[in-house]
């Protein structure tokens, strides 16, 4: 490898970055963050009053609402 391969292979490098050196304290930060989420959706969930609603309950209600749509409100 000459001096030309040399600046050649800098001019070409001169964009790539260096990798994260704390690696290991983002994925621990990620990690806090992911377990900190599921404690305090686990505490939501657990103190609500009436469990949340599945989506085949959702679609169930969409289609009650239109079958009565055609009929009056005075029956």
Do not use: W
């Amino acid at each position: 490898m000459n001096r030309h391969d040399r600046e050649l292979l800098d001019k070409q490098l001169r964009n790539v970055q260096a990798p994260a050196q704390n690696e290991g304290a983002l994925m621990l930060a990620m990690l806090a963050v992911f377990c900190i989420g599921m404690a305090v959706g686990g505490f939501i969930y657990a103190y609500t009053d009436a469990p949340a609603q599945g989506a085949g309950q959702i679609v169930q209600i969409a289609a009650n609402d239109t079958s009565n749509a055609g009929r009056s409100s005075s029956q």
